[in-house]
């Protein structure tokens, strides 16, 4: 066996092992899988980029689903997964569609998401 062969070999098995752990990882903290985290974000930045609010309004996942965000992202387990960073661009992307929503209170080069609620969010704005 050479030895390009071995490294890609240790890579792989080391994908595995980031991809597992960080799948039970996120699970065990939201109740949720990643996929579903992510398609749960996107669907509620599309209710307000749709001026859906009453959408908003009335589901309670909608805050709770970027609090969920929050924990994944500052899981200390998950600081080096290579999922997590995969999630996290993910994630930067999607914020910046539901920045223009925001309160301009708040300050989104910092934690934002650690304390969401839904009067963060500026409906009448859009």
């Known amino acids: 066996m050479g ?11 080391g994908y595995w092992e980031d991809y597992s752990f960080f799948i039970s990882k996120v699970e065990e903290l939201t109740g949720l899988s990643p996929s579903d985290i992510l398609e749960r974000y996107k669907i509620l930045i599309e209710e307000l980029e749709e001026n859906d609010v009453l959408e ?5 996942y ?3 689903t970027i609090l969920k965000i929050n924990k994944i992202l500052v899981e200390p ?8 960073q995969e999630f996290e661009s993910n994630i930067s992307i999607l914020d910046k569609r539901i920045f223009p929503y925001l ?3 708040i300050d989104i080069t910092k934690n934002w998401k650690a304390d969401f609620k ?8 859009h």
């Not at 908003?56 to 309670?60: A, R």
């Not at 998950?78 to 997590?84: G, P």
């Open 118 to 125: 839904i009067g963060h969010i500026e409906f009448e704005k």
């Open 62 to 64: 909608d805050e709770f």
């Open 103 to 105: 309160n301009p209170s």
């Open 77 to 84: 387990s998950l600081r080096f997964n290579a999922l997590k």
């Open 3 to 13: 030895r390009g062969r071995l490294c890609i070999e240790i890579s792989i098995m």
């Open 56 to 60: 908003w309004l009335y589901e309670d």
